[in-house]
């Protein structure tokens, strides 16, 4: 019977193995997954929307389609809008999904509705300007939505003679508040707010008032640090504000319109919002902070009772589900943390089942049901997925120089043997106020599982400064650019290298944002550890970075703590271009030609640095129309391609002068 059962399981094993097959990039860039998902009052319907990317060279260029969905009560899928179109900010209300999109010959975005049972969507309220986002009241009589004023038609009529100047910073066009009658025979919006900017709207349940959060400006900075919520009334005058510091998450009002849960931070310092507080509306809204001691970072909320309080919450690598009773401000386990990368939550009042979009190794963003300890797969975006090889991936851990714990998720190549040593990809996440989960980590920045089945080990740190760990472990890179948090990068690298995984000559680094800036400091300051590096959208200057940014305050508050003026050599010291001259690695540079985030210059005199001293391969390249990220399937392809080929052309054959620049597009069109 053993010998059997020895038999049969070979078997099996030999059928996986001749099943599973290799991603490519292409399939990469294009899997689809869940970005929404609501759910219904009455707990048994709900509602997802479903991102599904353009396909390179067959598709014209452009964003990614948005498709709509309902789940029915036996558990039926339907689809509501599949064309080739994009909506958002779905939401279920009174047997109806509501939905925001700039359908046939709409000038702007509009908001529409589709009934549950189905049928054509028909438009609800269309203003004069795009609609941003909105929220509808619990009896389905007003509407309030965000948007700008009507565009100024003088403006075109000077552009028309040539006179286009823009001052910066300086022609502040504020997005507001508006409020709409839905039960009017013509219904007409007014104007709730004036001169500060609007970043959400939602209503008080039971009460004639909306929660605003409100910002001076319409700067990025304000919106990022100095922003705060408060309640106005239909008229918009101010009921009252809620204090807070720092950066600011979601809010939530409780069913009964007394409890106001919010993400927020612990102080003006603190640089992710990731703590939970509670306003009491019936005590002068006094806040408490719910979970003081908690050694991670709330993503997502939802009240499911007066009383009760789901909370998502993120710990080192992984995810966890909780709900908070705020009688004894205890919580209780959900779904624990492993199971599954929970990227947010929808709950229904005084329903037990939870909607949760969340993602794997095996898979990107699916829609899932939690109902007691009960998890059910609802969506199957990617069926193709169960023919990939998929490799193995862990979360490791390991002791930094000065003794400090860092965590980082390490993915083996496809076809790992325990007693070679492979060629290392290290990718560096941004921010630095982010980290990775032990999930779906397959992005155009980084093909994990296409790097693996090519032979290459990949290593994702969450090193000092991430979040995932609570507020003092994302403080500790502060006043430090480029100092320690980037010694826990080579720290990590050592750390393989010793475990006898990785060829210590073999290894690569690449990032985005603060992971460009890590890129670019490895492949200078550190270019002894790195063989080969790609950056993207990266710092190389952070006396210039600084006045080319439009988050200085930001960066002055949760990063430098200083400013350039305060200590100019310093930060001359702590820029790649200071020690160019170092540089033994190649470098790759990419950037987005409009991000306003980290300038193109940034790049720019990295590269010309380099290509001056002559002294290492540097190529660079710039993406039109591509802000701080790209976004379009055509140039997230493009993008793949070069990182893996400069990796390839370094890391496996050895080369020392760049490949050619040139990729084989048009031909893949023809």
Do not use: C
Request: charged share 25%.
């Amino acid at each position: 019977m053993l010998r059997r059962l020895s038999f049969a399981l070979i078997a099996t094993m030999v059928a996986v193995s001749a099943h599973a097959r290799h991603i490519t990039l292409e399939e990469t860039i294009t899997v689809q997954s869940i970005n929404s998902a609501v759910i219904a009052a009455d707990g048994k319907v709900a509602a997802f929307t479903k991102v599904v990317p353009r396909q390179p060279y067959i598709d014209d260029d452009g964003t990614a389609y948005v498709e709509l969905y309902a789940i029915t009560a036996n558990g039926e899928t339907v689809p509501f809008i599949t064309s080739k179109e994009s909506l958002s900010s779905i939401q279920l209300h009174h047997q109806a999904v509501y939905f925001l999109a700039r359908r046939g010959d709409a000038k702007h975005t509009s908001l529409y509705h589709i009934p549950t049972t189905g049928g054509e969507a028909q438009l609800v309220f269309g203003h004069d300007s795009a609609i941003s986002s909105y929220a509808l009241s619990q009896d389905g009589r007003y509407l309030v939505f965000r948007a700008r004023s009507k565009t100024d038609d003088s403006k075109a009529k000077l552009a028309k003679k040539g006179f286009k100047a823009e001052v910066y910073e300086e022609e502040n066009v504020f997005t507001h508040a508006w409020l709409v009658d839905l039960h009017q025979e013509s219904p007409q919006a007014t104007q709730l707010t004036n001169e500060r900017e609007i970043h959400s709207v939602a209503f008080r349940p039971g009460h004639e008032q909306v929660l605003v959060r409100v910002a001076p400006t319409p700067l990025i900075d304000d919106n990022y640090m100095t922003s705060h919520y408060e309640l106005i009334d239909f008229n918009g005058s101010t009921v009252s504000k809620f204090d807070s510091e720092g950066g600011l998450g979601q809010a939530e009002f409780s069913p009964d319109g007394r409890y106001l849960a919010v993400i927020g931070s612990a102080d003006y310092n603190d640089p992710s919002a990731g703590r939970l507080y509670v306003y009491d509306t019936q005590s002068n809204n006094t806040r408490r902070e719910v979970l003081p001691n908690y050694q991670g970072h709330v993503r997502d909320i939802a009240w499911r009772q007066n009383d009760e309080l789901i909370w998502l919450g993120h710990r080192g690598t992984k995810t966890e589900v909780q709900a908070l009773t705020m009688q004894w401000l205890e919580s209780r386990t959900l779904m624990e943390p492993g199971k599954l990368i929970a990227v947010d939550l929808a709950v229904a009042p005084y329903q037990e089942p939870i909607l949760i979009r969340a993602h794997s190794a095996e898979h990107p963003t699916e829609l899932f049901r939690l109902q007691g300890q009960r998890i059910e797969r609802l969506t199957d975006s990617n069926p193709w997925l169960a023919d990939i090889d998929m490799p193995r991936q862990e979360t490791i851990r390991y002791k930094a120089r000065d003794g400090v714990e860092i965590e980082g998720i390490l993915v083996y190549p496809t076809n790992y043997q325990a007693d070679q040593r492979y060629p290392l990809l290290m990718v560096v996440h941004g921010g630095p106020e982010s980290h990775y989960s032990d999930g779906w980590l397959d992005r155009y920045g980084n093909p994990t599982k296409y790097a693996a089945q090519q032979g290459y080990m990949v290593f994702f740190p969450n090193y000092r400064g991430s979040t995932g760990r609570g507020v003092e472990f994302s403080k500790l890179g502060q006043n430090d650019y480029a100092g320690k948090e980037f010694d826990d990068l080579v720290d990590g690298k050592d750390h393989l290298v010793e475990l006898g995984l990785v060829d210590a000559s073999k290894v690569g680094i690449t990032g985005g944002s603060y992971g460009g800036f890590a890129s670019a400091w490895a492949a200078t300051a550190l270019t002894e550890h790195f063989a080969a590096s790609v950056m993207f959208v990266g710092i190389s200057n952070n006396i210039s970075k600084f006045g080319t940014t439009d988050i200085p305050k930001e960066m002055h508050a949760v990063h430098a703590r200083s400013y350039p003026w305060d200590k100019w050599q310093w930060y001359l010291e702590r820029s790649p271009i200071y020690h160019a001259e170092k540089a033994k690695t190649p470098i790759l540079i990419l950037h987005g030609k409009e991000d306003t985030r980290v300038h193109p210059s940034q790049s720019m005199e990295l590269y010309r640095y380099l290509k001056t001293q002559g002294n290492v391969p540097v190529r660079l390249v710039l993406y039109p129309n591509e802000g701080h990220g790209n976004r379009r399937a055509a140039a997230q392809l493009d993008y793949a391609m070069r990182l893996m080929r400069w990796m390839d052309h370094f890391l496996i054959e050895g080369n020392t002068e760049a490949p050619p620049h040139e990729l084989p597009h048009l031909e893949r069109i023809k």
